[in-house]
C-alpha cells in the first residue's frame, strides 16, 4: 500500500508538470548520436521481452526541469514504451538510484507511448533540479522488443537489465549489464543562461578505448575545463561522435551530411559546433587498394565540399562552426597510409587552417603530432593503435581547444 501511494504522490507531481510552460527555454544538456543496431550491437530479442532497461548518463548541463528525447529513428516498426522513469544514479558505474528524486516519465500525461518508425519521441517535462555533471538514470520498461533496434553502441557506460518491469525500484540486483545505450538519443533542460556546443566527429570524439563509466573522452575533458571557468559553467558540451563515421559515406553508422541536420541543427540551444570528420574518409580509400592519383585529387575536392555544406547549413541557424585539423595516423595498421595519404590529410589541413573558411580552427594536428615525425602522433598521446588517442592524449585534445572560441 506504501508503495502504491508514493506512485500516486509522483503521478499527481508529474501530471502538474506534463507540459511544457510558456516561455520555456530548452537546451540540449545531454545527447548521444543514434544508429541501427545489428549484429553485436544488439540485444537478443529475449533481453527485450517484458524488461526493465537503466542506462546512467551524465548530464553535460545544468537543469531545473528536463525531458528525455527516446529514439526509434531506425525503426522499422512502432516501439512501445510501457513504462519509463528518471532520477539519480547513486553513482556512473551502478544501477542504484536515489530513491527521492525518483519521477515517472509520461507521454501526454500517459504512462506509455508508441513511437513512430524513423521518429524520436519527447517525454513531458518533470522538475528535476540537477548541476552539470550530475549522473542521471533512465529506466524504460518495455513488454515487446522492438523489430529494429536504435542506439549507440559506443556508450563507453554501462547498462542495466532485468525482466519486468522495475523501473520504480531503487536498484536492479542481479542486472545483466551491456557496455551500450538503447533507444535514448538525448535529454534537454530548462536552465537560466543554458546553451551548448556540439563535437560532431568519429571513433575519436566518440571516444575509442575509453573504459566504461570513466568520462575520459576529450568532450568530457573540455567539459570539465568549462565547469572550471568563471561564465562557463551553464556550457554542455554534446557528444554526435559516431565510430568509424565519414564525411561521405556511410559506415557504422549514416554519414555526416546524412545526420547532420538530427545530430547539430535538431539540438535547441546550440551555440558553437567543432567538426573533427575526415580521418575515415582519407584512409578508406586505399585501405583495400591503391588508387589512382585522380581519385586522390577528386577525394579532397569532395570532403573540401562536405565541410562547405556543413558551414553553410548551420550557418544559417546561427551556429558558429569550428574547424579541427586531421590528427596524424601514419602508424594505422588499420590504413597503413603512403605518403599519397599524407599528402591528402596535408591538403585537407591546409583548407581547414584558411582563413575565412571555418569561422575559427583549433589545430589538433600541431597539438598531437610527433614532434620527431608529424605523420604521426606523440608516442604519449598514442593509445597504441597509431590512430586513437591514449587518455592522455584526449586529454591534450581538450586542452587545445582555445575557451575563447566558445564565448
Known sequence: MARMLRWVAVGLLAAATAQATPGDRWTTAWWTSQLALDGQNALPAADLTDATLRQVVRLQGPAVRLRVRFSNRFGTTPLKIDGATIARAVDAASPRIDASTLRPLRFGGANAAVVPAGSDYWSDPVDLKAAAGTDLAISLYVAQPPAQQTGHPGSRATSYL????????????????????????????????????????????????????????????????????????????????????????????????????????????????????????????????????????????????????????????????????????????????????????????????????????????????????????????????????????YAAMAQAVPLALLR
Open 162 to 393: 532485468v525482466h519486468g518491469d522495475h523501473a520504480g525500484e531503487a536498484d536492479l540486483a542481479g542486472a545483466k549489464t551491456v557496455d551500450h545505450w538503447f533507444h535514448i538519443a538525448g535529454i534537454e533542460a530548462v536552465a537560466p543562461q543554458a546553451r551548448a556546443i556540439v563535437a560532431f566527429g568519429d571513433s575519436i570524439t566518440d571516444g575509442y578505448g575509453v573504459k566504461p563509466n570513466t568520462n575520459a573522452r576529450w568532450t568530457d575533458a573540455l567539459q570539465r575545463r568549462l565547469r572550471a571557468t568563471p561564465g562557463m559553467g551553464s556550457v554542455a558540451v554534446l557528444n554526435a561522435g559516431i565510430g568509424g563515421n565519414r564525411l561521405l559515406n556511410d559506415g557504422l553508422g549514416p554519414n555526416a551530411l546524412a545526420r547532420f541536420d538530427h545530430d547539430v541543427i535538431g539540438q535547441p540551444g546550440v551555440t558553437h559546433l567543432i567538426v573533427l570528420e575526415g580521418v575515415n574518409d582519407l584512409g578508406t580509400l586505399t585501405r583495400d587498394a591503391p588508387v589512382p592519383p585522380e581519385a586522390h585529387a577528386a577525394l579532397v575536392a569532395r570532403m573540401i565540399d562536405a565541410y562547405r555544406q556543413i558551414i553553410a547549413r548551420a550557418h544559417a541557424r546561427g551556429i558558429k562552426v569550428i574547424g579541427a585539423t586531421i590528427m596524424p595516423y601514419a602508424g594505422s595498421a588499420y590504413y597503413h597510409p603512403d605518403a599519397q595519404n599524407e599528402a591528402d590529410r596535408q591538403a585537407v589541413n591546409s583548407w581547414i587552417r584558411t582563413p575565412g573558411n571555418f569561422d575559427a580552427v583549433v589545430d589538433l594536428d600541431a597539438a598531437m603530432r610527433d614532434p620527431a615525425d608529424a605523420k604521426r602522433l606523440r608516442k604519449d598521446y598514442d593509445s597504441g593503435d597509431g590512430l586513437h588517442p591514449s587518455v592522455a592524449g
